[in-house]
Each structure stands twice: as structure tokens, then as C-alpha cells.
């Protein structure tokens, strides 16, 4: 299919009709990527008026609660016990220490403050302080989400009651990719949680990968799983991978940075009303590219100057760059 035929035949519905649209397949995805770049990033950039406020972007604080030493082989994760990555663990913080940089967060301008664990899933002691740290973060008027890993039994309902807003759960790259990423644990695993935390009343925050080797087949694909989900997650985190050294995926071949932008548009068009975050891969990236990604559709950021373990541009940089480019945050 040359590009213009891809222009005119990929079919773009905006979120009305979105819920009674048929589902996506690879192709149509794949043919939105072919689009030219222009084409591309306006056709998001409408639909992205259409569903929110173009010049507002909702910002997160993502704080890690317990560091390293995790015993899943995700082959991009420096948290991970099988890789040399150099990585300090630390164990699961105290609960008044976590409230405390929530409330830093929040006088930063956060609306959210996510906690993440590295662990395979929780388990009960450890539920019972992150269930404190939920309730006392919720007390202070701020949205909630953690990322503990995968959840069992009832443990999705008593993040629930303890007013947990969001749960991150990424499924991270296109299912035919999946087993040259993660071993140890299943993609039908991941669905799993995720189903859970949907059921439980949850708001599911699920994104993925990109630049781990996929290809633009891959992207597709995994661009398709999440928006075919019987509801596509509310938050959408695509992150660009950061090749840590000392794990597998080290010497990752880096993506084009107008491949990522094409990647934030196609998940804007899939998706018209989710939000789309910037994630992982933020502090290698210019101002011009992260606008480019605005005006793609990324409506969500990660804000604050550590993303987990990886570096995130500090909060200050992100205030000026909000003043050039006239953003406001949600
Ligand atoms: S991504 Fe999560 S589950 Fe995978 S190794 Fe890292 S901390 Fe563990």
C-alpha cells in the first residue's frame, strides 16, 4: 500500500463512535503508522481536541517504595536480582516517609502520586503497609496508584476499599514479542491482574515498551491489544526504552525519535479517550521532541526527578517548559 492510499483508507473515528467501533486489527494499525508524519500527528492532534484540553497535561509523581531485587527477568528492568545493573536495593519504605514525599508531590503540583514496588506480586505483610500508604496518600487529596506487580485473591478488592484510584499494570510489548522480553512470568498472568483490577472498580493505568527491538509490526501490536481490551486502560503509559547497562537489553538499537512521536499518535487515535502518558525515556528527550509529542496526543507525564530508577527531568525543567509551550496542568 503506498502512503496515500494508507491516508486515505485508515479510519480514524473519533471517541463517540469509539465504543461501537469494530476492533482494531495489526493492519489498520500498522497502516496508521505508514501515514505521512504530518498526516499522522494532525489526525491525532483533532482527535485529541476533540476528547481533551489540548493545552493541558495531567502530572504524576512516581516514587519507588521498594527498590531492586526483584526476581522476574523483565529484560529491560534494572530492578530485576538476575542483571549486574549497580542498582541499591532498599527495602519497602516506612509509611509516614512515603506520605511525607507525597506531600511534597502534591506542593509541587501533582495530582497523582504512584508508588511502585519491585515485586513479582505482594504479599500479605507487605499489602497491609502499602494499604496504610494508599489510605494516608488518598487523605491528603491526592489520586492513587501503585505498581506492586501481579495481584492475587482479594488483594485488588482491599486496594479498592483502601481508596486506590489507578493500578499499574503494563502488558509492556506486542503478545508475539512477549517471551523475548519476560520468562518468567506470562502475559495471560498480566491480563490476569489487570482483569482483576478492572472487576475491583479499579482505573487500569497499562502501557508498554518501545524500542526493546519490536519492530513497527510489534508497536502495532501492542498498540492493538491494549485499545481491543473489552475497555482500553484509562492511562496509557508508552515509554521509550532506557538501555540500562548490565541488562539484556542493553545495547537496544535506539528508536527514532519520529517513530516514538508516531507511536504517541497512533496510541492517541486508538485510544481518543485515554490518557496518553510520557514515560520512561523523558530525561534523554529535547523540548522539541516532548512537544512534538504533545501535539501527538501525550496528555500525561511523569514529573519529579527519578522515574523509578531511571532519571526524569527535574520538576523545575518541566515548569519552564510548560511556560514556553503555554501548558497548563490537569
Ligand atoms: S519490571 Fe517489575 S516484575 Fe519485571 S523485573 Fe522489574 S520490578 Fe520485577
Redesign the pocket.
Known amino acids: 500500500m503506498t502512503m496515500t492510499s494508507a491516508c486515505r483508507n485508515v479510519d480514524t473515528q473519533p471517541a463517540a463512535n469509539a465504543s461501537a467501533r469494530r476492533k482494531w486489527s495489526v493492519v489498520e494499525a500498522e497502516a496508521l503508522f505508514e501515514l505521512p508524519f504530518m498526516d499522522l500527528v494532525f489526525r491525532a492532534q483533532q482527535l485529541h481536541r476533540e476528547n481533551f484540553d489540548a493545552n493541558a497535561v495531567q502530572r504524576s509523581t512516581l516514587l519507588s517504595i521498594k527498590t531492586g531485587g526483584?526476581s522476574?527477568?523483565?529484560s529491560y528492568?534494572s530492578?530485576?536480582a538476575r542483571y549486574k545493573t549497580g542498582l541499591d536495593r532498599q527495602q519497602l519504605m516506612a509509611v509516614a516517609e512515603v506520605v511525607e514525599k507525597a506531600r511534597e508531590a502534591k506542593a509541587k503540583g501533582s495530582s497523582r502520586f504512584c508508588m511502585g514496588a519491585?515485586w513479582?506480586g505482594p504479599k500479605e505483610r507487605e499489602m497491609e503497609t502499602v494499604l496504610a500508604m494508599v489510605r494516608e496518600v488518598k487523605a491528603l487529596g491526592m489520586e492513587t496508584c501503585v505498581t506492586l506487580?501481579m495481584l492475587k485473591g482479594d488483594q485488588a478488592q482491599q486496594l479498592k476499599e483502601a481508596g486506590l484510584d489507578y493500578y499499574n499494570h503494563n502488558v509492556d510489548t506486542a503478545p508475539e514479542y512477549y517471551d523475548k522480553v519476560?520468562t518468567t512470568h506470562s502475559l495471560a498472568d498480566r491480563l490476569d491482574t489487570i482483569d482483576q483490577v478492572r472487576n475491583a472498580g479499579i482505573n487500569v493505568c497499562s502501557g508498554g515498551i518501545v524500542g526493546m527491538g519490536e519492530g513497527r509490526s510489534g508497536r502495532a501490536s501492542l498498540l492493538v491489544q491494549l485499545a481491543n481490551m473489552d475497555r482500553p486502560p484509562e492511562s496509557v503509559p508508552i515509554n521509550n526504552l532506557v538501555a540500562i547497562p548490565g541488562t539484556p537489553l542493553a545495547d537496544a538499537e535506539k528508536l527514532d525519535p519520529f517513530e516514538f512521536v508516531r507511536t504517541i499518535a497512533v496510541a492517541r487515535i486508538m485510544m481518543p479517550g485515554s490518557f496518553v502518558r510520557l514515560s520512561a525515556g523523558r530525561e534523554q528527550m529535547s523540548d522539541e521532541l516532548q512537544a512534538l509529542c504533545f501535539m501527538a496526543g501525550a496528555n500525561s507525564i511523569f514529573y519529579g526527578n527519578r522515574l523509578l530508577t531511571t532519571d526524569n527531568p527535574e520538576a523545575d525543567r518541566d515548569e519552564t517548559l510548560f511556560a514556553r509551550l503555554g501548558l497548563r496542568p490537569i
Open positions: 526483584c522476574e527477568d523483565c528492568c530492578q530485576s519491585a513479582k506487580g519476560i
